[in-house]
């Protein structure tokens, strides 16, 4: 039987690069990516000059080939090839060329009409002519892009149906059998005998080691292996003699590169390294073809470096699934030496084909065994050959010719004939060495007994060439496990108790009572930590019943208590495996992540804070998660793009979304991020290895994932938050009218039962649209009072009638809409509407006096002007009452005002300012009402205002005007509908303005000052009958220590900062790098999270500084591994420093202990025991004068 080396050639031609030929079996070139050299260099694989890649269209001559189709057609039964449609191709073809001349010749005439176009406008012509041939140019542009595309479509179509033509036959390949060019060696000796196997020498000889798996996965021993060496030593030298230099190929290759070359994915080795994209397959192939192509995917050949001739030694790996042959015939593995060239003619190709076959012929004479040359037939070649000329070696085991396609030289599948015909004892090994000028040192005298033994990295071999079988592979961290149960044990112990009104939980729960009746709330903090509870309180079966008025007062016994605190529990106890999962990602030691797990465990303020329907535990997970995410997504930076990657770069942006969907503290997490993010994508731009397109698409990744997708998040958390609540509830008045008017009940639909435009003689309530203290409405009021003569500083008034805002719904708001050439104050018939630019008079419907306002200051801002009802008092003060109406959000001039929906801005036509409420409370002559002045800056929210109710006046009685307007409540029956984006951005806006807080006091309130000394704890709960109470307060023992860590990094950071400005290097670069890392995650986490609150004017509690402490707790451990790693190589020290970290330990656990009765309230201490844990003087604990039995 005869081993095949064949040698093949195809030609692939490239539109204004170069013609490619080659030898090799290197097929579908013309479907690689390539890359254009400066220079004509050849760069070296994996260089970062060719990291970008650009397509080169091929010239197919697809004309050329269709021009004669009893060619093609000869060629595909030559190949006895079938499903090839030369029919089709040349219809599509047609359709091609017919499209190709429809975009020329519209392209000559968007030309010509262009030069035309310019001519008319250059020669003044008259503008009708020259837009209509602007339209003309239009419409060919669009039949152009139309033809554009549709050409491309035909395009693509066409070149894939070209690329299934087989190549043109050379005059030489023969069409039925294979023809024998040259045959050497003689077979009278080999035919008929009992030659014995390679394989069963292998197993006498122990030269050859077979893998348990079967017999091809092998490796050589002995003179085999150092055989081996010396083949390709030997065809190296031999073929770059011949003018082909030497590449290191690369052992592996992605996908395409495999298909590029004819090849299917399942006939090569894919990489099993965890590390690999599950979306870019690379395949393990070593020198072959796919090695050449790998080498020069991104690169153009330029014209002046051909011929390029390149020869790749080295190993080898395929994948054939099942083969008829034996042992090493169809071995996996193998060493190869392959060949490439391109040539500039076909000439040169030809020339270089013949020498090539010679060569290689007296290459294999050398073994003396029987060769021959074979040509092979048509029907034998691939698409791209044109002819193919084949090696073959006898074998005597299968007594055949076996024709083995493709390579110079395949060192095992020689070996192994030469293992049967006995060619590679010692002697011959020898001499095989010296007749290849491949030098020795020792000769067989001096060698003396070889030991064959196995002592080659066997399992190395079988675990980078053996197909392994899928598994699954995780690791499970028993640590992350322990301190998960514990804060799950601790969070979960009578969590059912007390079954009462645990602070805010008189907000949250009620909050989550009203998403279950759809009924409209509002709070200062975005809904998902609310919608959660709502969820959990559905699955718990929240019923009707959610009557607790107090702090303190029993839940309802159908209440699911345990049900909605279980979620903020789970939660809570998820942020101890985060913590550590964090200082792992920081690359902390275990024993540091261990650390910071057991002082989030153990603090007892997180864990009250975890057990009850608060936002904190929920807002402290979600936070951790988008931290550690965001540390797992940088440290794949090694895996850019992976889908592990993308997985953690989106949890990110989603986690962070969720903190700030939760509390607005969660946008110092985001910012923190952000900022990191922005950091390292600074440092990439340094990176010379990335190329321009590679940064614009980390770019563009990073704003999708971590700005868009966070911003779609938050958008669909109100989308939700506001499709449910949709029921009138006892916050709407916080809201505008059109708001209120959207919901259910109340105030909903005041359009219906009302006239929607407004018309001279109406009579209308003006409330102020953009309070300047939201959930403090007002409306424009008069009563029969007036302004004091002077002032409190010594300012006078006009003593005309006051006009102020007031916070509540009164007869005295209401105003009838007088023309000013009318003394009529009902409306006409049929009514004549108020618009956009109309001048109107205000006339009050209880006094019947007219809105007034002139040069006299305010009385409370004096740069405005007072605003009052005209009294005449006979004096030289006369009347000035004319309004002009500005609908600021009119889509037309001629705009018609409406109830509810239209924004007015009332200016005054004596000075030209307009109607304003500055949210200024008046003393007491003022009735602690609000004032109302007129102001030159127009332009602002303040001056604008919307009517409210609405209704027209029918009669001209004055009593019976004060009648209807007495009577004016009305109850609608439909809703007014807005958009999402009106409810979300008015919502918004309440929520940022609101100041709710700002005035209350509270005596377990606290200034951040006192927040990193635990001056003060704030009690959430006490019994009624007994002392068992419950308080937050945190472990004294980590929050000192733990802000003492943040104080002493602060300054080991300044004093490593000065010292390397000195030139004193502490610490090595890569150290520095990461305490300097360290300090800007943690500290300044720290820091972003803390000082705001100083620049705040709320009522500020302490359950605010909880995120600043989990990030305290993580300073704390990387100041601990600091300090191991800094005195590791002293003596004693590390020994003193665990033995301080276990007493910080043991110190707090007894504190924890110690503070428990407080954390779950489940212990009635006594009076002195309690004071007994007042450790600061500034903490207060609740005792009760006297303890009752709670009632039976």
């Known amino acids: 039987m005869a081993k095949a080396l064949s040698l093949s050639y195809c030609r692939v031609r490239y539109d204004k690069i170069i013609k490619i030929k080659r030898q090799c079996n290197f097929t579908h070139i013309s479907m690689m990516k390539t890359r254009c050299c400066q220079e004509g260099n050849l760069p070296d694989f994996g260089s970062s000059v060719i990291s970008e890649i650009s397509q080169i269209d091929p010239d197919l001559d697809i004309g050329e080939r269709l021009s004669n189709p009893m060619e093609i057609q000869n060629n595909i039964q030559a190949r006895k090839l079938e499903h090839i449609s030369i029919q089709k191709l040349a219809i599509k073809y047609n359709r091609l060329m017919k499209l190709s001349l429809e975009k020329q010749s519209l392209e000559q005439e968007r030309k010509s009409l262009s030069q035309t176009i310019r001519s008319m406008i250059k020669e003044k012509e008259q503008k009708e002519e020259v837009e209509k041939s602007k339209e003309m140019a239009r419409e060919l542009r669009e039949r152009h892009d139309t033809s554009v595309k549709s050409l491309q479509g035909i395009q693509n179509e066409v070149r894939l149906l070209a690329f299934g033509l087989p190549n043109v036959l050379n005059e030489k390949t023969p069409v039925d059998n294979e023809v024998i060019l040259e045959t050497h060696g003689s077979l009278e000796l080999h035919e008929g005998s009992n030659s014995i196997s390679h394989i069963d020498l292998a197993k006498k000889s122990d030269m050859i080691k077979f893998s348990s798996a079967g017999d091809r996965a092998f490796y050589f021993l002995g ?85 390029l001739q390149l020869v790749s030694t080295g190993p080898s790996y395929d994948s054939v699934s099942v083969s008829k042959y034996p042992g090493l015939f169809t071995a996996a593995q193998t060493s190869k030496t392959n060949l490439f060239g391109v040539y500039s003619t076909l000439q040169d190709c030809y020339e270089k084909f013949e020498e090539l076959q010679q060569l ?63 060619s590679t004892d010692r002697d011959s090994s020898y001499s095989l060495r010296v007749n290849m000028e491949v030098e020795s040192t020792t000769s067989p005298e001096m060698s003396g007994e070889r030991t064959l033994s196995s002592s080659y990295p066997q399992d190395d071999i079988h675990h980078r060439l053996m197909p392994e079988p899928q598994r699954v592979e995780f690791e499970v961290d028993i640590v992350q496990i322990l301190l998960f149960l514990a804060a799950l044990a601790t969070r979960m112990w009578m969590l059912g108790h007390p079954r009462a009104v645990v602070f805010d939980e008189l907000h949250f729960a009620k909050f989550a009572f009203l998403y279950m009746k759809r009924i409209f709330f509002f709070d200062v903090n975005p809904p998902l930590g609310k919608l959660l509870l709502a969820l959990a309180g559905g699955y718990g079966g929240l019923g009707n019943n959610a009557d607790f008025g107090h702090i303190g007062a029993d839940f309802s016994p159908s209440f699911p208590v345990y049900v909605m605190r279980l979620l903020p529990a789970v939660l809570g106890s998820l942020v101890v495996p985060l913590v550590y999962q964090i200082a792992v990602e920081l690359r902390l030691s275990r024993w540091a992540a261990l650390l910071a797990g057991l002082c989030v465990v153990f603090d007892n303020a997180i864990l009250v804070q975890s057990r009850f329907m608060l936002m904190e535990g929920m807002l402290l997970f979600f936070m951790c998660l988008s931290l550690y995410s965001y540390l797992k997504f940088r440290n794949l930076s090694h895996r850019e793009f992976s889908v592990q990657w993308f997985f953690w770069l989106s949890l990110t942006g989603v986690s962070f979304a969720c903190s700030l969907s939760i509390k607005y503290v969660g946008f110092f997490t985001a910012v923190l991020i952000l900022m990191q993010v922005a950091k390292d994508y600074w440092k990439m731009l340094a990176d010379v290895t990335k190329t321009d397109l590679g940064l614009v698409k980390h770019l563009f990744i990073r704003a999708l994932f971590l700005l868009t997708v966070p911003i779609i998040s938050y958008l669909f958390i109100f989308y939700i938050h506001l499709s449910l609540l949709t029921k009138a509830g006892p916050h709407d008045n916080i809201m505008t009218s059109a708001f209120q008017a959207s919901l259910e009940g109340g105030l909903a639909a005041l359009t219906k039962g009302q006239p929607l435009r407004i018309a001279f003689g109406s009579q209308i309530t003006l409330r102020h649209t953009n309070s300047l203290s939201p959930g403090k409405p007002c409306w424009l009021h008069s009563h029969a009072h007036v302004y004091p003569i002077r002032y409190a500083d010594g300012r006078g008034s006009s003593h005309q009638q006051q006009v102020t805002c007031y916070v509540f719904k009164d007869i005295n708001n209401w105003w009838i809409i007088k023309h000013p050439d009318s003394n009529l104050l009902v409306v006409d018939e049929p009514p004549k509407p108020v618009k956009h630019g109309d001048l109107i008079q205000l006339v009050h419907g209880i006094t019947s006096r007219a809105l007034n306002s002139h040069d006299v200051a305010a009385p409370l801002t004096p740069q405005n002007q007072e605003v009052s009802c005209y009294i005449d008092y006979n004096i030289s003060m006369p009347a000035q009452n004319l309004w002009k109406v500005e609908i600021v959000n009119r889509k037309s001039d001629n705009e018609a005002w409406q109830t509810i929906n239209s924004h007015v801005r009332l200016h005054h036509m004596g000075t030209g300012q307009a109607l304003k409420s500055t949210g200024k409370q008046l003393p007491d002559w003022g009735f602690s009402q609000l004032e109302v002045t007129t102001d030159r800056v127009t332009d602002q929210p303040a001056t604008v205002w919307n009517v409210e109710e609405h209704r027209y006046t029918k009669s001209t009685d004055k009593e019976s005007q004060t009648r209807d307007m007495a009577h004016a409540e009305m109850i609608p029956t439909e809703p007014t509908h807005l958009s999402f984006w009106t409810k979300f951005l008015e919502l918004q806006y309440k929520m940022f303005m609101a100041k709710g807080d700002v005035e209350m006091e509270h005596k377990y309130s606290s200034e951040p000052i006192q927040w990193p000394f635990l001056s003060k704890n704030v009690a959430y709960w006490m019994s009624p009958h007994s002392n068992e109470q419950i308080h937050l307060i945190g472990n004294p023992v980590i929050w000192y220590s733990a802000f003492l860590s943040v104080m002493v990094y602060l300054g080991l950071f300044l004093l490593y900062l000065m010292r390397r400005q000195r030139g004193f290097f502490d610490l090595e670069e890569e150290d520095w790098t990461q305490f300097a890392f360290l300090g800007e995650l943690l500290v300044g986490g720290y820091l972003l999270h803390y000082l705001p609150f100083f620049l705040t004017d709320r009522t500020l509690f302490l359950h605010s500084y909880l995120p600043c402490v989990v990030y305290k707790i993580l300073v704390l451990a990387a100041l601990t591994d600091h300090f191991y790693f800094l005195t590791n190589r002293v003596a004693y020290i590390p020994t003193v420093l665990t033995t301080l970290m276990l007493g910080l330990v043991i110190a707090m656990l007894w504190a924890f202990y110690k503070l428990s009765p407080f954390s779950y309230g489940s212990t009635s201490l006594k009076a002195e025991e309690i004071l007994g844990l007042m450790w600061k003087d500034t903490w207060d604990f609740l005792i009760r004068a006297s303890v009752s039995p709670p009632p039976q």
């Open 223 to 307: 003179e085999l292996a150092e055989t081996q060496q010396n083949l390709l030593s030997y065809f190296s030298a031999r073929i770059t003699e011949h003018g082909f230099i030497p590449i290191v190929a690369p052992d592996f290759c992605k996908d395409f590169v495999i298909e590029g070359c004819g090849r299917r994915r399942d006939m090569a080795y894919r990489m099993q390294q965890p590390h690999v994209d599950k979306e870019i397959h690379y395949n393990v192939l070593g020198a072959s073809e796919a090695s050449f192509a790998a080498y020069l995917t991104k690169m153009t050949v330029p014209q002046k470096v051909l011929p």
């Open 360 to 422: 290689i012929v007296q290459l294999y004479k050398n073994f003396d065994v029987p060769i021959r040359l074979v040509l092979s037939p048509a029907h034998k070649l691939k698409l791209s050959e044109e002819i193919r000329a084949e090696l073959q070696m006898w074998t005597p085991s299968l007594q055949e010719y076996l024709p083995v396609y493709g390579e110079v030289l395949d060192t095992t599948k020689l070996i192994a004939v030469l293992v049967e015909f006995g």
